[in-house]
T-cell receptor
Framework: KTQVEQSPQSLVVRQGENCVLQCNYSVTPDNHLRWFKQDTGKGLVSLTVLVDQKDKTSNGRYSATLDKDAKHSTLHITATLLDDTATYICVVGDRGSALGRLHFGAGTQLIVIP | EAAVTQSPRNKVTVTGGNVTLSCRQTNSHNYMYWYRQDTGHGLRLIHYSYGAGNLQIGDVPDGYKATRTTQEDFFLLLELASPSQTSLYFC?????????????FGEGSKLTVL
């Protein structure tokens, strides 16, 4: 049973537009949540990690929120660039230590067009 | 600079073939992981290790063996490859500090079993 659901599955935006990616999960306990960017044919690169019950982070044009009560996270990308074309993966960690497991979503494929 | 290097990047074998995927990290991390990534699924954990000589079973271990020879090197072995093992394999390393820790991925090894 999939415990991390991402939506939309794919998204096309024009360069300069903003977009929002969603992540809903059922993982329990939910210690932290990470967003990764995966360029085509490449590995995953961490964008941000959220930890608190209601958390917000910002990393340049990327900002993210987490609501553990709703088990929901969003990733906002502002003023998209062509280089933002990638798959964005939501990952929920069920422990604060390495003894925990990471639960991966299937990703949202973002395509930015000129 | 943090690095996880996988080899080979691409491999084609036949059913019943013997395959070894290699991973080396230069991050001085204790924890290393092997995942597989398939279309429509999140990354799934095959095996992981806490240090040289240590091996832990992941969520999808059937048909795979692994060995951690040094802190730097972690190998994934497919002794009788099957078409169901056609996938994109990722190695990752972590300093094991969970939600605030570092987590780095290699660029992947694409395996095709004919």
């Amino acid at each position: 049973k999939t415990q991390v659901e991402q939506s939309p599955q794919s998204l096309v935006v024009r360069q300069g537009e903003n977009c929002v990616l969603q992540c809903n999960y059922s993982v329990t306990p939910d210690n932290h949540l990470r967003w990764f960017k995966q360029d085509t044919g490449k590995g995953l690169v961490s964008l941000t990690v959220l930890v608190d019950q209601k958390d917000k982070t910002s990393n340049g044009r990327y900002s993210a929120t987490l609501d553990k009560d709703a088990k929901h996270s969003t990733l906002h990308i502002t003023a998209t660039l062509l280089d933002d074309t990638a798959t964005y993966i939501c990952v929920v960690g069920d422990r604060g230590s390495a003894l925990g497991r990471l639960h991966f979503g299937a990703g949202t494929q973002l395509i930015v067009i000129p | 600079e943090a690095a996880v290097t996988q080899s080979p990047r691409n491999k084609v074998t036949v059913t019943g073939g013997n395959v070894t995927l290699s991973c080396r990290q230069t991050n001085s991390h204790n924890y290393m992981y092997w995942y597989r990534q398939d279309t429509g699924h999140g990354l799934r954990l095959i095996h992981y290790s806490y240090g040289a000589g240590n091996l832990q079973i992941g969520d999808v271990p059937d048909g795979y063996k692994a060995t951690r020879t040094t802190q730097e090197d972690f190998f994934l072995l497919l002794e009788l490859a099957s078409p169901s093992q056609t996938s994109l394999y990722f190695c990752a390393s972590s300093d094991g500090t969970g939600n605030t820790g570092q987590l780095y991925f290699g660029e992947g090894s694409k395996l095709t079993v004919l």
